[in-house]
């Protein structure tokens, strides 16, 4: 099973990244993925995260009204639009799969990728 994250770069303050993560070996569409982050120093946190139907997307504080994640389960592929960024969403992307209820606890998620840098300047 793997997760290929993608899509992380280099942006200004108030710009925009689609994050993208691809699912292989297995199928996710009735479990939850969801999005961390783990700026340098810090824990991983939560993100972003949404069930098999589309519908129900969950967000942290700092995600909400800025980032949308979405999936297309045909595709295995789970995103993250991330608009109006900032210097603190600066940190390593981590797109993660497993749960069958939403879990915002890493530990509760069975499978990860490898993480995509994203560096927001100011």
């Known amino acids: 099973v793997q997760l290929q994250a993608s899509g992380g770069g280099l942006v200004q303050a108030g710009g925009s990244l689609r994050l993208s993560c691809a699912a292989s070996g297995r199928t996710f569409s009735r479990r939850f993925m969801g999005w961390f982050r783990q700026a340098p120093g810090k824990e991983r946190e939560f993100v972003a995260a949404?069930?098999?139907?589309?519908?129900?997307?969950y967000y942290s504080d700092s995600a909400k009204g800025r980032f949308t994640i979405s999936r297309d389960n045909a595709k295995n592929t789970v995103y993250l639009q991330m608009n109006s960024l900032k210097p603190e969403d600066t940190a390593i992307y981590y797109c993660a799969a497993g749960p069958i209820l939403l879990r915002k606890a890493a530990a509760e998620y069975d499978f990860w990728g490898q993480g995509t840098l994203v560096t927001v300047s100011s």
């Open positions: 949404i069930d098999w139907s589309p519908d129900n997307p």
